[in-house]
């Protein structure tokens, strides 16, 4: 109330300040080019509830398959301390994800050939370093599976038994022999010839009978491995015949309790590609905050009426990558910072890669550099902390109970903008807000490819329309209700 008469004395601030005040779910109050965020809800002082993560909601709408999404943290875990150690090694393992996709995207354009034991993100993109983080509820061959997203990744897989070697699971493993509709696939089939596309690795011809094996194994010892096959797959009450994927007998990795993936890739072998009769190759995500209870929605077909958006939704083109042509790239335009833009010369002459499997968003250096210097200028006066891991922009914050944060909008070829949502600006190293870092990263060199990751994706409607090959923003508050 304060701040909302401040502006009526003082006419002249309003050239500063775009909007007026607005109440947002009190909780976030809207200044313009400053957010109001509450700390207080970002303290993780709740514990985790695993059973509201493994059976999730479905519903039809107007057309579309709406499945309710969660963040896996809030399904497994304990007190502070847990928090603490999970929240510092996600970015620790989110850094060497990044390493590991950034050699893989040299090797391609050199024209190296990846061997099966040093491919490190060639199918389930950042999975074995536990940096997914977003899951929803199918149901396959008539039995619920909880299955992490990623729009990195092309084979959808579960773990079956029999099984020689699994990681632990919160759900009972898949039994193929359970379903009567369960069949394996040739390895002579164009199916089983796909997999190198989808996964770098060409099916392998297994004995009595010849089915289609695969392998996918990672630089750091993880690996997914079992036979491809088909069964029908229930998105919430839509059908899918006949549906491709993976049977995993042998798996070994971070994969937080989760049945297996999901692959919202680019490839003949996705879930998108698989269903594009069905939904039109059209999907989309509302990715929620971590706080318990928090819900978002993975939207399959259908038409925007059934989006609750509170921003009009803006499109950008898919731009092509031959070398990575099952991700999805986008042309960065410009970076504003508290509504001062960013002036450097690199936007526009490299594409960023979006992805729902890395946590914090990359930036080349000197775009970096420049939103950084602006950031420290319009949020100054507060006592620093150290850096950690790869974020070097830190503040100690618990002796606040809410600070104003500037605004960070992401501009994008044809006018599309991405206004990072308050709770994707920080990051909580620490529970109590004694180290809160700027929730962005630099890369290490201006050639390496810039990714869009889920943190400030957090609360946007992302829409995906692989058909017309162009990628929606829009703002809305996540929640599956």
């Not at 370093?129 to 959808?156: A, C, F, H, P, Q």
């Amino acid at each position: 109330m304060v701040k909302a008469m401040a502006l009526l004395l003082f006419p002249s601030m309003l050239s500063l300040l775009v909007f007026p005040l607005i109440v947002h779910n009190g909780v976030v109050h809207c200044f313009g080019e400053k957010k109001l965020l509450k700390l207080q809800q970002f303290q993780w002082k709740q514990k985790w509830d695993a059973s509201s993560c493994l059976s999730q909601k479905s519903r039809k709408e107007k057309g579309a398959t709406i499945l309710e999404m969660k963040h896996r943290d809030y399904c497994y875990g304990g007190g502070a301390e847990d928090w603490n150690k999970l929240l510092q090694k996600r970015l620790i393992l989110d850094d060497l994800r990044v390493q590991s996709l950034q050699a893989r995207i040299k090797n391609k354009a050199s024209g190296k050939t990846e061997g099966v034991s040093d491919t490190r993100i060639p199918l389930t993109s950042g999975v074995e370093l536990g940096t997914l983080n977003y899951i929803v509820t199918v149901e396959l061959g008539g039995r619920k599976m909880t299955v992490i997203v990623d729009t990195g990744s092309d084979l959808t897989w579960v773990q079956c038994q029999p099984c020689k070697s699994c990681y632990n699971q919160k759900e009972p493993l898949f039994n193929p022999s359970a379903s009567p509709s369960y069949q394996t696939v040739s390895c002579k089939s164009s199916t089983c010839q796909s997999l190198a596309f989808a996964t770098g690795n060409t099916g392998i011809c297994g004995n009595n009978p010849p089915t289609c094996n695969y392998i996918v194994s990672y630089g750091d010892g993880s690996y997914t491995r079992g036979e491809l096959a088909h069964d029908h797959l229930s998105l919430g009450k839509t059908p899918v015949d006949n549906f491709v994927f993976g049977c995993g007998r042998n798996n070994k990795g971070l994969f937080g309790g989760a049945s297996g993936l999901m692959g919202l890739g680019r490839s003949s072998i996705s879930l998108v590609s698989q269903t594009s009769e069905i939904f039109g190759g059209f999907f989309s995500y509302c990715l929620p905050s971590t706080q318990a209870g928090a819900s978002g929605s993975l939207v399959l077909g259908g038409n925007s009426s059934v989006y609750k958006t509170s921003s009009a939704i803006s499109y950008t083109r898919m731009i092509p990558n031959p070398q990575l042509s099952t991700f999805y790239f986008l042309n960065l335009t410009g970076v504003s910072v508290g509504g001062v833009t960013l002036p450097d010369s690199t936007f526009g002459k490299g594409s960023m890669l979006i992805d729902s499997g890395t946590v914090i968003t990359r930036l080349p250096p000197s775009i970096y550099k420049a939103l950084k210097a602006e950031f420290m200028k319009q949020f100054s006066g507060f006592p620093s902390a150290p850096a950690f891991s790869i974020l070097d922009t830190c503040f100690n914050l618990s002796s606040y109970q809410e600070v104003d944060v500037p605004t960070i909008k992401m501009q994008f070829e044809g006018n599309a903008e991405m206004n990072v949502d308050v709770t994707g600006v920080f990051y909580f190293v620490k529970t109590d807000a004694s180290q809160v870092c700027l929730a962005l990263a630099s890369l290490s060199f201006e050639d390496e490819i810039g990714i869009i990751a889920n943190y400030q994706q957090r609360n946007q409607r992302v829409i995906y329309d692989t058909k017309k090959t162009k990628l929606g923003f829009a703002q809305e508050t996540c929640s599956f209700t």
